[in-house]
């Protein structure tokens, strides 16, 4: 069976330091990625996509970066971190070739800025 | 461009009461899918359903029923008998198309409350 993991599960930084968030799969070949931030409301924004290896889509513009170096794993970067980045941070991932593109989901990182 | 309705910010319920879970969906696309999230207070968001814009059968799992009706563009969510494990954010979403890796659209959750 499918595994995801991400960690850490929570992390505590200051502003203007680094940030790396991974997330593996287990289990399955070739995954659709993809990486959420959740604010303090509910609604989940969907930062980048990776329908492959190298292959990365940003939906919305921010001091955040993805890169996916191996099949199965997806990075979350961040050179200088904002206090608004705080949030819960949650990877997911689908099929490959499939349309019916259910994402299923890891236990997610809770980042807090400060 | 796609949009979910989650006009339910919370709902609160006594337990065995009976709560639908409402979800409002808009797309130009013929061909979608359309899926429930619950989200425990863990965090980790836990798949329940999938459902694709050709198939209108209502379904059922155990207390658990979904009402998807393309003429008022709902996907409703009906808890019978709820639970206090039932308590948790729920979350509809949405993808169009036939695309491999096509974004999800969710709505803005329901967090359901169900006291003893």
């Known amino acids: 069976s499918q595994t995801i993991h991400q960690w850490p599960a929570t992390l505590v930084q200051p502003v203007g330091s680094p940030l790396s968030l991974e997330c593996t799969v287990e289990g399955t070949s070739n995954p659709n990625l993809y990486w959420y931030r959740q604010a303090a409301g509910r609604g989940l924004q969907l930062l980048f996509y990776s329908v492959g290896i190298g292959q990365i889509s940003s939906e919305v513009p921010q001091n955040l970066s993805a890169s996916r170096p191996q099949d199965r794993q997806f990075i979350l970067s961040s050179k200088k971190l904002l206090l608004s980045d705080s949030g819960f941070y949650l990877c997911?991932?689908?099929?490959?070739?499939?349309?019916?593109?259910?994402?299923?989901f890891g236990p997610g990182t809770r980042l807090t800025v400060l | 461009a796609q949009k979910v309705t989650q006009a339910q910010t919370e709902i609160s319920v006594v337990e065995k009461e009976d709560v639908t879970l409402d979800c409002v969906y808009e797309?130009?696309?013929?061909?979608?899918?359309l899926f429930w999230y619950k989200q425990p207070p863990s965090g980790e968001l836990v798949f329940l359903i999938r459902r694709n814009s050709f198939d209108e059968q209502n379904e059922i799992s155990g207390r658990y029923s979904w009402n998807f009706q393309k003429s008022t563009s709902s996907f409703n969510f009906t808890i019978t008998a709820s639970q206090v494990v039932d308590s948790a954010v729920y979350f509809c979403a949405l993808s169009e198309g036939e695309t491999s890796g096509s974004r999800l659209t969710f709505g803005e959750g329901t967090q359901l409350t169900v006291n003893p």
């Open positions: 797309t130009r696309d013929t061909t979608y899918y």
């Open positions: 997911a991932w689908s099929v490959w070739g499939s349309s019916y593109n259910e994402q299923f």
